[in-house]
């Protein structure tokens, strides 16, 4: 506190990072603005940045912080997911099976010219493989730990008390473990727990806090699956994967993301026409 009051050592270095950021968030505000400008007489773009400027009451400030939001919250966050799903998807050849099982149901159902990526409505078709990474992110969250601050007074379901300015810290790794929340076999893998009649059944985000929950949910969320599910079904149509290091166990490295200390050495092979 002292340190920031003065500006000095960690926290000037601090203040300087993040004028770094904002400053480049806002030259691509700036460059899209420009850019809508000069295409005025065609379709508006279609990108999440102009959706959020189609708005005429964002001001920049709230722009800037979108864009910061979606670059930090939507990078970091989705290697952490995949690399925890791949680690455990090698060791599970049962539920890579039901996984490309439901890819080629998919593929086999696409006229033949269609192109080589799903799209958004196919992979929605992909229910197991959408239970299969909710269930690693159950086990290995991104964000593993989290606090949030109350501003007011407040009483939690329990009876405990809180008080306005009080921080309060959640562990959605332990939640994920927890015999209460999950039952007996909180500690398997198991996607089949995300099916209803081979239909993804979703949980109270209160439950399953990956994606945090309340009004402050991540905006994210979607895109998010979108993009582990595009990856995944791309990389397994057209690889085997398997460790280098069948025996390793890899080691938990927790910052802001729950990642994997010295990354996840894979080994790919090309899938035969017919495997």
């Known amino acids: 506190m002292i340190k920031k009051l003065l500006g000095v050592g960690s926290e000037r270095r601090l203040r300087q990072s993040i004028a770094t950021v904002h400053g480049l968030a806002k030259r691509i505000i700036r460059a899209k603005k420009k850019e809508n400008r000069a ?74 010219t269609s192109p080589a990526v799903f799209d958004f409505e196919e992979l929605r078709e992909m229910h197991y493989l959408h239970a299969a990474i909710t269930e690693s992110m159950r086990l290995y969250p991104p964000v593993p730990l989290n606090s949030q601050s109350c501003l007011s007074d407040d009483v939690l379901p329990d009876g405990t008390a809180v008080k306005k300015g009080w921080f309060m810290s959640y562990n959605s790794y332990a939640m994920g473990r927890m015999e209460p929340i999950w039952g007996p076999d909180c500690r398997e893998y198991k996607p089949e727990r995300w099916l209803d009649e081979g239909k993804f059944r979703p949980e109270s985000p209160f439950k399953f806090p990956a994606f945090h929950a309340g009004p402050r949910m991540c905006l ?48 790919f092979r090309q899938r035969s026409a017919c495997h």
């Open 39 to 112: 295409s005025s007489s065609l379709p508006q773009a279609e990108d999440l940045l102009s959706r959020f400027m189609a708005n005429e009451d964002h001001s920049e400030d709230f722009l800037r912080d979108t864009v910061i939001n979606f670059m930090l919250a939507g990078k970091d966050t989705t290697s952490s997911a995949l690399t925890w799903f791949f680690w455990l998807l090698c060791s599970r050849p049962d539920v890579e099976a039901k996984i490309m099982d439901e890819i080629r149901s998919v593929r086999a159902r696409r006229p033949s």
């Open 220 to 267: 994210g969320k979607e895109m998010a699956y979108i993009q582990m599910k595009s990856i995944v079904a791309c990389v397994l149509e057209r690889l085997a994967v398997e460790l280098v290091d069948k025996e390793a166990r890899p080691v938990k490295m927790i910052s802001l993301t729950l990642r994997m200390k010295g990354g996840l050495l894979l080994r």
